[in-house]
């Protein structure tokens, strides 16, 4: 089974850029890699992914490590809104989700 | 479009009753999910379909049990709740590589 890990919990100020790592121990080669993003009482909502190049989108940037056993997400000014649990996974057809990282930001 | 709906929100239930929670979307995603998520965790991969007729187990399988006889719905199944499937559930379809997420479904098995 795969093998998702990030940290519990990180804090950044408002507008500083964040860095959300995640370790993808037992990615296969053909699973992407992808982040969601939770905020209280809702649904998760899809933030990025990708497979081996690293992709921007207008919510956030995406970096892979050269083997594909980590990645980071990057929020480039964070703000009070971007508070929330950010969930990495990786998957093929099925999609599986590490235990998430809880973003607070500062004001 | 509605999205991805969920019914009901809310259940109760007792031990070793049976219940079917509902999933339907209107954007004609061949790829429909179902997680769970206990209280303060992540989520976890219950069933998945890649279209109608065709069903896997993910992570935690046991206990519940799915059906996608149309494109449209994929309901999922709890045979005798135990007090362990105390969950929120959510339901997801994708299209490429983004799922789109209902707003869950909160279960207590009492």
């Known amino acids: 089974d795969a093998k998702t890990t990030q940290p519990n919990s990180m804090e950044s100020n408002e507008e500083e850029p964040v860095h959300l790592p995640c370790n993808h121990s037992?990615?296969?080669?053909?699973?992407?890699i992808h982040w969601y993003r939770q905020l209280p009482s809702q649904g998760p909502e899809y933030v990025i992914h990708g497979l081996t190049s690293n992709v921007n989108n207008r919510m956030a940037s995406l970096a892979i490590a050269e083997d594909r056993k980590s990645s980071t997400l990057i929020l480039h000014r964070a703000t009070l809104r971007d508070a929330a649990v950010y969930y990495c996974?990786?998957?093929?057809?099925?999609?599986?989700f590490g235990a998430g990282t809880r973003l607070t930001v500062k004001p | 479009n509605a999205g991805v709906t969920q019914t009901p929100k809310f259940r109760i239930l007792k031990i070793g009753q049976s219940m079917t929670l509902q999933c339907a979307q209107d954007?004609?995603?061949?790829?429909m999910y179902w997680y769970r998520q206990d209280p303060g965790m992540g989520l976890k991969l219950i069933y998945y379909s890649v279209g109608a007729g065709i069903t896997d187990k993910g992570e935690v399988p046991n206990g519940y049990n799915v059906s996608r006889s149309t494109t449209e719905d994929f309901p999922l199944r709890l045979e005798l709740a135990a007090p362990s499937q105390t969950s929120v559930y959510f339901c997801?379809?994708?299209?490429?590589?983004?799922?789109?997420f209902g707003p869950g479904t909160r279960l207590t098995v009492l």
């Open positions: 037992t990615i296969s080669g053909t699973d992407y």
């Open positions: 997801a379809s994708r299209v490429d590589n983004e799922q789109f």
């Open positions: 996974g990786e998957g093929g057809s099925d999609m599986r």
């Open positions: 954007m004609n995603h061949n790829y």
